[in-house]
């Protein structure tokens, strides 16, 4: 878990093409959030015989909103989970239940691992190439104190089934991510301070590549 500089003569100039796509409503595995820093970058861990019990699992939810609960049980509408991550955002430790998997292009694959509800929003977005990823949080906060933020990747460790897939294959992995969130905003710091905190992802997932 260390960066590698020197890669950034190969791996550079495909978040600098992902950057300047950047526009608003762009796709999530196009763009980091506007401000954000280069991260560090690091040597994925690929084991076939990565295993957890939601892998076997069948775990369901109702959409935010849902009138009635039961009928959604057995509808179209319920939300499969594919992920089982836990966040420490919003300063206390949550359900991360989602991710979603999107192949770039042979060599690059791209991750979201995400929970939005009305009270709690997490995206963990995790670039993957040639053996190497790299991560980048982001979260909203609602009401007094909002503020702009940057997150700064301290710590990833990252395991994936799979080295070689297709779309349509389904990948199993297991995260173990950390990063230092710093205010920008000069008014909330003045009021309130730096307010540096550490925020965690971590737990395993289960998709399909789209």
């Known amino acids: 878990m260390s960066g590698r500089p020197h890669r950034w003569i190969v791996l550079g100039p495909v978040l600098a093409l992902l950057i300047l796509s950047y526009s608003f409503g762009a796709p999530w595995w196009e763009v980091p959030p506007p401000g954000q820093s280069a991260q560090m970058w690091s040597k994925v861990d690929y084991d076939r015989n990565l295993t957890d019990p939601f892998f076997k699992a069948d775990e369901w939810s109702c959409p935010d909103g849902c009138a009635d609960c039961a009928t959604c049980q057995d509808g179209e509408q319920r939300l499969k989970h594919t992920a089982k991550c836990f966040s420490t955002s919003h300063w206390t430790e949550h359900d991360v239940r989602f991710s979603y998997l999107k192949s770039l292009d042979e060599n690059t694959l791209a991750v979201l691992i995400e929970e939005s509800n009305p009270e709690f929003y997490d995206r963990l977005r995790i670039w993957i190439r040639d053996g190497l990823f790299t991560c980048q949080y982001s ?7 909002k503020a ?15 080295k070689v897939y297709r779309r349509g294959d389904v990948i199993k992995g297991k995260i173990d991510f950390e990063c230092l969130q710093e205010p920008t905003n000069q008014k909330y710091i003045k009021k309130w301070g730096r307010n540096l905190r550490k925020i965690q992802v971590y737990g395993v997932f289960k998709a399909k590549v789209k």
């Open 139 to 145: 979260t909203g906060y609602k009401g007094p104190g």
């Open 148 to 162: 702009d933020w940057i997150w700064t990747t301290t710590r990833q460790a990252l395991s994936l089934d799979k």
